[in-house]
């Protein structure tokens, strides 16, 4: 994990983060043994402005892992967050607005899910992009088919769960 310093301009900040993150994908497989993807953990932050972790890649293979029927969720930036003295709003909202401006309106948000989450207080954040990494407002809703090319299997379906 890198340290961006509590003198640091924001311009560092969010632009370490961004070039960072736009050295490579992560497709959320884990390596055997628990220690992380080298992608993942050079994307890995701790800003000491805000006494925080963050983690900024860019995912891919919501859509053609089987996971999520609409293709518009295929791939986003992706910003996880967490705060070990308790959540900071101000500095959430000072971290979407310096990664991604006025496209921060069309981010998912989602809260701790895991028991591990929850301990950590752990929030992400998802951007969704076009096949150039352009964000855009994806279509719809993640399961439905309106827009799902033929012939298109759920990881269900291709794993016979």
């Known amino acids: 994990m890198k340290t961006i310093q509590r003198n640091a301009s924001d311009a ?14 992560f497709d959320g497989l884990m390596p055997a043994g ?13 800003i000491e402005r805000w ?12 859509h053609t892992s089987g996971w999520w ?3 518009d969720y295929e791939r986003c930036y992706h910003l ?7 959540f900071k709003r101000k500095a959430v909202e000072q971290l979407l607005k310096g990664l991604f401006g006025d496209n921060r309106r069309w981010t ?3 809260g701790p899910y895991t028991a591990e989450g929850k ?12 096949p150039a ?3 855009l407002k994806p279509r719809g809703e993640v399961y439905t088919r309106e827009f799902t090319e033929a012939g298109w299997k759920s990881y269900s379906e291709i794993h016979g769960l």
């Not at 006494?51 to 919501?62: P, S």
């Not at 996880?80 to 308790?86: C, H, I, K, L, Y």
């Not at 301990?119 to 076009?130: A, I, P, S």
């Open 108 to 110: 998912w948000c989602e």
């Open 69 to 71: 029927k609409n293709p």
């Open 12 to 25: 560092e900040i969010f632009g370490r983060m961004m070039k960072t993150a736009q050295h490579g994908t």
């Open 51 to 62: 006494d925080c972790l963050a983690i900024l890649t860019r995912d891919v293979g919501y």
């Open 133 to 135: 990494w352009q964000p």
């Open 34 to 46: 628990g220690t992380l993807p080298p992608y993942l953990d050079e994307c890995r932050w701790w």
């Open 80 to 86: 996880s967050v967490s705060f070990p003295g308790g």
């Open 119 to 130: 301990q950590c207080g752990v929030f992400h954040y998802r951007l969704f992009c076009d």
